[in-house]
């Protein structure tokens, strides 16, 4: 299938996390042309700081497959992973990572995407920028705006 499918797929994830006020970035795990783990944003909803959509659904394929090793998996993910989740993408043997959006708002952040370019590069995943780039940017941008009026 093709890469907008699954990334719709990921949106539907993120539009969870945004309904329950929760930061809107959704993640699915593809194996096979088959989604084997989904999964959305709940770091307010558990308390829990590492519970981005990454790690959740890296969580969840490994459950399903058995293992910690996601070999022959790709991760779509509606933006750019942080830095903690760039690290667990590497550790799970993720093959191929395609991303909805970016995560640039100042320099800082643009040296920590150069580094994760590099990053994924070194450790052989094949990375996509851009897959229904303006529909994973707009749920960010109407979630933050939403957010700074209250």
Same mark, same amino acid.
């Given at each position: 299938?093709?890469n907008?499918?699954?990334?719709k797929?990921?949106l539907?994830?993120?539009n969870?996390a945004y309904?329950k ?8 795990i593809?194996?096979n042309?088959?989604?084997?783990a989904?999964? &959305? ?5 558990l308390?829990?700081? +590492?519970? $981005?959509?990454?790690v ?6 490994? *459950? ?5 090793r996601?070999v022959d998996c790709d991760l779509?993910?509606?933006?750019e992973?942080c ?7 590497v &550790?799970s043997?993720i093959k191929?990572?395609?991303?909805? +959006?970016? $995560? ?9 995407? *150069?580094f ?5 590069k070194?450790?052989n995943?094949e990375t ?5 780039q303006?529909?994973?940017?707009n ?6 705006k939403n957010l700074?009026?209250?």
């Amino acid at each position: 299938m093709e890469n907008s499918y699954y990334m719709k797929e990921a949106l539907k994830e993120a539009n969870k996390a945004y309904e329950k006020g929760e930061t809107p970035i959704g993640a699915v795990i593809v194996k096979n042309n088959e989604i084997i783990a989904r999964a &959305h944003n709940l770091t307010e909803t558990l308390n829990d700081c +590492t519970a $981005h959509a990454e790690v959740l659904a890296i969580r969840q394929a490994s *459950e399903k497959l058995g293992g910690w090793r996601l070999v022959d998996c790709d991760l779509y993910v509606t933006m750019e992973p942080c830095i903690m989740c760039s690290g667990a993408i590497v &550790h799970s043997r993720i093959k191929k990572l395609i991303i909805g +959006t970016k $995560h640039i708002k100042n320099a800082y952040t643009e040296k920590q995407h *150069e580094f994760k370019i590099d990053y994924y590069k070194y450790n052989n995943i094949e990375t996509t920028f851009g897959v229904l780039q303006e529909e994973c940017s707009n749920i960010l941008q109407e979630f933050f705006k939403n957010l700074r009026k209250r």
